[in-house]
């Protein structure tokens, strides 16, 4: 067994892989970004070794720098953790020429299963069901429409060396093609450095279920069961669980039989997870599942599969990157229960998801038997614009699946995110959805339930802002309270100034505040029995959670927050005015700009692209009219509210 590891990764994965190192006896190695220098996995680890700035492409992503760094340290091996270099045969092969060993596949292995096209040609010969589509090499978009046709509409276009939902475009008619087309390959090209697609047929009512395999170094292979992954949002996976729902023993053993074939066929060793889709539309069943992709890593999910057998994967991995044999076979593999896990992201709902940044003023979970959560920050950490958003993977674990998701819905409510928005409130609305806990659906089901499970984004939940408002009078008085010990002739509270209005023993008085960059007013009232606030005529919530940060107070209330300062500190803080100011979304860089000034435009044209967490959000016109200013251009780094451009409306 190996003494050392270098952990070549960030955050909650690299803050698990640490904890299982240590708990085996390794010395543990992080690294970190310019940016990262105070994170959390920087602490968990023995030592830690900085690697440049805080673009992941400076630092992360550069392989000479992590290899210098395990040379120096005398790791000796180097654990991936997912995402990063955690695919790339180059880093396999540099640890190789090193004398580090990869914990993780050999680096054929891992080229065989990265281009999709590849992989799908060897998947065939291994006798594992494909999806049909078009896997080629030639990639004239006159070409990929052509056969695009010849598939038959919907179809699902798919960056040959992508995953994560990167490079991936559904088109539903041929008039769409092209356009959908074009954003593929420039989102592949960005995320991966490679801008060739394929072309699949999209499956009907689709569900996502990918089975768990690991490898040793000795020729054994098995499955460590499924996990459904069917919730998704932009194709990236939002909630697993594990058994997925429908699945029988004989239909396991039959994907777990061809997920292990894929395995085999590529020499693999180490923990891999086999991707199918599978026709949901009649429930899973014999024959309706076909291959989609390999994962040579450790996936982001894997505690579902671990709360449901027992094991500890990380330790699997050290164990099989160190020579030693799987431990269990096939028909010694078990299973106890039902796990589900949330993806806990600094993004809001309520905006389109948009990724949300900033410091983390408060940060808690429950705690109880039951209930995991992996993370990688704490409160006073930062949520930065240059990696992703997550905040943390909250897993439960349950004897039924029905318990199972009471659980995690009530943990997510009961989870404490104040300062960037989170997407909380959003997961314990999917968990406590109807036709999710019946099992009715399929990896459209989010987009088909939207409306339903995010709040309009002009509601405004005024119980909130009134507990915002009781928190600052509060606030104020234990100010003044303070004051009167220095200053015996002070007030003892805002209720003894002379100026207040008095009727009937009653004094009264307003509050004027911002809440969630809308000017509201609080009512305060004082009775001799007590204060009353409300905000038109709503009182303060009793279910919520108030957390003060300097000048504001964040309201956490069922999974949701609200921003509320005294209106005196919100300068500037209020949402844009004018209805033609076209401003950022979100933290990123302008890829495109289409229009010029002076140019007409109508309402929903495209205007620009902005692109943030490699992802691409198209900006589009809010009214009919000529473009004014433009304040962008092409390759600029905006901030989060950054005036774009301005439409001047038509009259």
């Known amino acids: 067994m190996f003494t050392s590891v270098l952990i070549a ?63 120096r340290a005398k790791a000796d091996c180097i654990h991936p953790g997912y995402g990063f270099l955690s695919e790339r045969a180059e880093f396999v092969e540099a640890c190789n020429a090193a004398g580090i060993v990869f914990v993780g596949p050999p680096a054929d292995a891992m080229r065989a299963m990265g281009l999709k096209d590849r992989a799908k040609a060897l998947m065939e010969q291994a006798g594992v ?70 072309i699949e047929k999209y499956v009907a009512s689709p569900r996502h279920v990918e089975l768990q395999v690991f490898a040793d170094n000795h020729g054994n292979a098995i499955h460590l069961g499924e996990r459904d992954c069917s919730l998704q949002r932009r194709h990236q996976k939002v909630i697993e669980e594990a058994p997925a729902p429908g699945m029988t023993d004989a239909l396991r053993a039959e994907m777990g039989a061809a997920a292990v074939a894929a395995a085999k066929a590529v020499g693999y060793s180490g923990a891999g997870t086999v991707e199918f889709i599978a026709d949901g ?12 992709e390999m994962n040579t890593r450790l996936q982001v999910e894997h505690p579902v599969t671990e709360g449901i057998t027992g094991l500890d994967l990380v330790e699997w991995q050290f164990r099989v990157a160190s020579g ?25 709902p309520a905006r389109g998801f948009l990724p949300s940044t900033g ?5 808690s979970f429950p705690e109880g038997a039951g209930l995991r959560v992996d993370t990688g920050v704490e409160t006073g950490s930062v949520v930065t614009p240059f990696y992703d958003p997550m905040i943390a993977k909250v897993i439960a674990h349950a004897p039924t699946r ?34 999710f806990r019946a099992g009715h659906f399929d990896t459209g089901f989010i987009d088909c339930n939207m409306a339903a499970l995010v709040p309009p984004a002009g509601d405004l939940d005024k119980a909130a802002v009134a507990c915002a408002a009781r928190a600052l009078v509060e606030r104020e008085c234990e100010r003044i309270a303070l004051q009167t010990v220095d200053d015996p002739v002070a007030p003892a509270s805002p209720w003894d100034a002379a100026d207040g209005f008095q009727l009937s023993g009653t004094r009264a008085t307003t ?67 004018g209805d033609g100011l076209v401003r950022a979304p979100m933290h990123g860089k302008v890829l495109a700009i289409f229009v010029e000034k002076g140019a007409q435009v109508v309402q929903g044209q495209r205007l620009a692209i902005v692109e943030a967490m490699k992802m691409e959000h198209t900006l589009v016109a809010p009214v009919a009219g000529t473009v004014g200013d433009v304040a962008a251009a092409a390759g600029d780094q905006v901030a989060e509210g950054a005036k774009i451009m301005v439409i001047d409306a038509a009259s």
């Open 129 to 198: 069901p494909v999806v049909p589509g078009y896997h080629g090499e030639r990639q004239e978009p006159k070409f990929l429409k052509e056969k695009a046709y010849e598939i038959g509409y919907p179809v699902l276009i798919k960056a040959v060396a992508g995953g994560g939902g990167k490079g991936m475009r559904r088109v539903e008619k041929h008039a769409d093609f092209d356009a959908a087309l074009e954003g593929a390959m420039r989102e592949a090209q960005n995320a991966f450095g490679d801008a060739r697609v394929l």
């Open 511 to 577: 509050l004027a505040l911002m809440a969630d960059g809308r000017a509201v007013t609080a009512s305060v009232e004082h009775h001799g029995n007590g204060m009353f606030v409300t905000v038109d005529g709503q009182a303060p919530a009793s279910d919520a959670i108030a957390v003060a940060d300097g000048n504001a107070i964040y309201v956490l209330r069922g999974g949701r927050q609200t921003r509320v300062m005294p209106r005196d500190y919100a300068a500037g803080d209020a949402a844009a005015g």
């Open 9 to 71: 990764n960030r955050g909650e994965i690299a803050c698990r892989i640490a904890r299982t190192a240590r708990r085996m006896g390794l010395r543990t190695i992080a690294v970190y970004s310019d940016a990262d220098a105070h994170a959390l996995h920087v602490r968990a680890c023995d030592e830690a070794y900085g690697i440049g700035p805080a673009p992941a492409a400076e630092s992360y992503l550069v392989i000479d720098q992590l290899i210098g760094v395990a040379r």
């Open 281 to 292: 539309s009649g429930g899973l069943k014999s024959g309706g599942f076909w291959f989609m």
């Open 402 to 435: 029905e318990a199972a998701l009471e659980r995690l819905a009530a943990a997510l409510e009961g989870s404490v995110v104040a300062g960037p928005r989170s997407n909380a409130g959003f997961l314990a609305a999917l968990c406590r959805a109807r036709d």
């Open 359 to 363: 410091r983390l003023a408060a940060l």
């Open 324 to 348: 030693e044999k799987l431990s269990l076979r096939q028909n010694e593999v078990r299973f106890d229960g039902h796990a589900i896990e949330a993806r806990l992201y600094a993004e809001d």
